[in-house]
């Protein structure tokens, strides 16, 4: 858990974080999480993200920083998480005493206590009943953004309700992890975002309301317990008297809406213009966000609705195969250097002269391909190593080239760029 504050002039003037495991060791996760036995099942203590929030503010409050001159507060949380609230929990959260940790006040108040993340893939009978009940799986993305994934909320909910249909009852509202941590802050349950909620396989994209079928293919009675989707820059409400209390937040301070990490990222990383754009974060897996008009939803990659401009989307795009394998090249062709590396990579001409590889030491996510697959320019496939140079190159290009062949599937249009915003 993280927490950043800026000023007007955007400079930072205060920022922590805490280390669920090794600062929170009592709920004794692995990475902020449990693997459960089936290897397919991943979970997250509800409690431990409260008490994480706890401990991060009292040591702001033990540093001297000052909560009363906050006048806006919002966050992101990561997509396709979940959070069950029980039945009265919103009396609960509404008068929570501010003499006590919030997480003392919440302890009795989910009536699911381990929220299932987005590392979760165990809803597989989920993901195909979705899928068939709207048509297939084409028609769903074509609805909704997405094909039926494992870790969406729809297909998570429809595996509790079939489990354990008394605690979905029990349940009266469902919340995504950003909405649930707005709510933590409003004292009241705040509402699931365009950008967030479009990570769930149950928002219409273009109407920006819950699709019917997609809710009735995964629980009874469900649109209620999800409450009305808002914009991702909606302003929700002051903060919540508990906090006015506790720390000492002015009542003026509004509470904006809360969105998914991904929205999260690409809103503060790309500026609006009349152009379409592009971000591309560079990780353990590789991930392109776009800023798109007229987006065709497909059957790999995400559509979501732009958490900046209502009226737009971003798009999505995952590539498991991203610095491990290039730090697995440059091991192989640069004796493990970067420089090394650049160095190979600069001695080559664009285009490789014809030379292409695709390079998956894993299960590829888009497209689902593994293996090292290299072509010479008369496209023919070869198996055997290029030289070292050629190997980096082809790496490099054809990483990036999958990337906008995908990114057009989208809808992306790549056009010359005349230098004017």
């Known amino acids: 858990l993280k927490v950043i504050a800026i000023d007007e002039q955007l400079r930072v003037i205060y920022e922590d974080n805490v280390h669920f495991d090794k600062d929170l060791p009592e709920f004794k996760t692995q990475g902020g999480v449990y693997i459960h036995g089936d290897r397919l099942t991943v979970t997250s203590p509800v409690l431990m993200w409260v008490k994480a929030l706890d ?49 003392q006040s919440l302890k009795a108040c989910f009536s699911v206590s381990y929220s299932p993340i987005w590392m979760d893939s165990s809803t597989a009978s989920q993901c195909s009943a979705l899928e068939k009940a709207v048509g297939g799986a084409q028609h769903l993305a074509s609805i909704t953004g997405s094909r039926a994934y494992e870790r ?24 995504l992890v ?46 209620e317990k999800l409450g009305c989707p808002v914009p991702s820059h909606s302003v929700l409400g002051p903060i919540s008297p508990y906090y006015r209390q506790r720390y000492g937040f002015s009542p003026d301070c509004k509470i904006v809406a809360f969105t998914g990490d991904n929205p999260g990222e690409m809103s503060t990383s790309i500026r609006f213009s009349e152009y379409d754009c592009v971000c591309i974060s560079l990780g353990t897996s590789d991930t392109l966000f776009l800023w798109i008009q007229e987006p065709t939803p497909a059957l790999e990659g995400h559509i979501l609705c732009n958490p900046v401009d209502s009226q737009t989307y971003m798009a999505l795009l995952c590539f498991k195969n991203g610095s491990l394998m290039r730090e697995r090249i440059r091991d192989d062709c640069a004796s493990g250097s970067w420089d090394e590396f650049s160095k190979a990579l600069s001695s080559t001409v664009a285009g490789n002269n014809g030379n292409l590889g695709f390079y998956f030491d894993v299960m590829e996510i888009t497209p689902e391909a593994v293996g090292i697959h290299r072509f010479n320019r ?22 990036f080239m999958a990337k906008r062949v995908h990114a057009e599937k989208l809808g992306y249009k790549v056009s010359k760029y005349d230098g004017k915003l």
Not at 72 to 88: D, E, F, N, R, T
Not at 93 to 103: V, Y
Not at 160 to 174: A, K, L
């Open 55 to 103: 401990m991060i503010l009292e040591r702001m409050k033990s540093s001297g920083f000052n909560f009363s001159q906050v006048r806006a507060l919002s966050g992101a949380g990561q997509q396709h998480g979940s959070v069950y609230w029980k039945k009265g929990s919103i009396q609960i959260l509404k008068n929570a005493s501010s003499e006590l940790p919030l997480h």
């Open 152 to 175: 969406f909320t729809g297909n998570q909910i429809a595996k509790i309700y079939s489990q354990n249909p008394e605690v979905y009852m029990q349940t009266e509202r469902i919340s």
């Open 178 to 223: 950003s909405s649930f941590a707005a709510s933590l802050f409003l004292g009241a349950y705040a509402p699931i975002d365009y950008s967030d909620g479009s990570g769930m396989n149950l928002l219409q994209i273009w109407e920006k309301v819950w699709s019917r079928s997609c809710l009735d293919a995964c629980a009874p009675g469900l649109e």
């Open 378 to 399: 008369d496209n023919q496939k070869v198996v055997s190593d290029f030289p070292k140079e050629v190997e980096i190159r082809a790496l490099i290009e054809g990483q």
